[in-house]
């Protein structure tokens, strides 16, 4: 019998959240016991399917009875937190969970708002680093700063360079499967994305390329393009299915991590998100030459994508070796497994 429960929130917005946790959550599981929290029904289906075995509560949504209308400046103290009833029967959950359920530790997968009423209920708090720059926002500065630790789940050389909060983030690194890189990759370009407009922009720019292209994603570009642009749909294992060297992909973590950890080319068009995340990480493997960043606002202006397919091509492959070599000598579950000993179970006080 474990003297510690620790409970993990696993946020719902994208399945990225998912497919990390699945990594770090066996490793608690190895250490002492755990409990999973989500605030979306449908995640809770998926979340069930893949820990069965563990119990799982759903938060109330703070916007009951509030329609949130407002668009996010992410630049106010607890914006996202509504003056209601739904925001105020939230916390209620979340605080009565922690005493009948008898937590004593909290991770939070970049919730602000959950990691700062967790250290307010007196208890240790790993928080996941939310990337892009989050120094105009006053609720995730004060959450990193109520926060024991930070982690981020990925390696520090896609970390912005003036972060203040580098003192206490434990970087992961590669949270990608050791993928041995195809000895002989065939001709053409993959892409990789679920935004509709972004690839029918870059099919267009692309429909009279030489090569084949290979869209991976769940929209699926019109039949006016050339018939060497060819759709495969949604796919599991992006390793297996992308062969040509050069890739066209969005800036999610998981996604870059995957690709970079098969000495792929990658050229990143990043999407919004909150504090420019995307940009961030893009522009800084740009700036290292790990990585080609295409600006979305320039997908028009078919020199600009050949442009950079050229730049993708020239990439040295010898700095692409660092991150396969990172992967193949991966640290990130004995890393998160002394950051969860260290902070939640043994903490210092």
């Known amino acids: 019998m474990f003297d510690t429960n620790i409970l993990f929130y696993i946020h719902h917005h994208g399945k990225g959240h998912l497919a990390r946790c699945e990594k770090l959550i066996p490793i608690i599981e190895s250490l002492t016991s755990i409990e999973l929290l989500t605030a979306d029904s449908d995640f809770l289906i998926e979340i069930k399917r ?3 075995h563990l119990p799982i509560h759903l938060l109330p949504s703070k916007w009951e009875g509030v329609k949130d209308t407002s668009e996010r400046t992410f630049d106010q103290a607890f914006e996202g937190v509504p003056f209601s009833k739904g925001a105020t029967k939230r916390a209620s959950f979340f605080h009565h969970l922690i005493v009948e359920r008898n937590i004593t530790g909290f991770v939070s997968d970049v919730s602000a708002e959950l990691t700062i009423y967790a250290r307010g209920a007196g208890l240790n708090v790993l928080m996941q680093r939310h990337s892009g720059d989050i120094s105009c926002d006053p609720t995730q500065v004060f959450a990193y700063q109520c926060a024991n630790a930070l982690y981020a ?6 970390e912005s360079s003036d ?4 003192d206490k983030t434990s970087y992961l690194g590669m949270l990608a499967n050791r993928v041995v890189p195809t000895s002989e990759n065939q001709p053409g370009i993959t892409l990789i994305h679920n935004d509709k407009d972004v690839i029918a922009k870059v099919c267009k720019q692309l429909s009279h390329f030489s090569q084949p292209v290979t869209v991976i994603g769940g929209y699926q570009p019109t ?6 642009i060819k759709h495969i749909g949604h796919v ?4 297996a299915n992308v062969q040509t060297e ?3 992909c969005s800036g999610g973590n998981n996604t870059v991590c995957e690709l970079l950890s098969a000495m792929k080319k990658v050229i990143i068009i990043p999407q919004e998100r909150p504090y420019y995340e995307q940009f961030s990480k893009a522009a800084n493997l740009d ?3 790990a990585a080609v960043m295409l600006d979305p606002a320039l997908l028009d202006d078919e020199q600009s994508v050949m442009r950079s397919i050229k ?3 020239a990439l040295s492959l010898s700095t692409l070796q660092s991150f396969y070599n990172e992967v193949a000598n991966s640290h990130w579950y004995s890393a998160f497994e002394k950051l969860v000993k260290e902070q939640l179970i043994c903490p210092s006080r």
Do not use: M
């Open 236 to 239: 599991n294992d992006l390793s």
């Open 246 to 248: 050069i890739v066209i």
């Open 163 to 166: 972060f203040s909060f580098k």
């Open 223 to 228: 039949s006016d393009y050339s018939s060497n």
């Open 287 to 289: 700036s290292i030459g």
């Open 311 to 313: 730049k993708a091509d």
């Open 153 to 158: 789940p990925y390696p520090e050389l896609f």
């Open 50 to 52: 893949n820990f069965p």
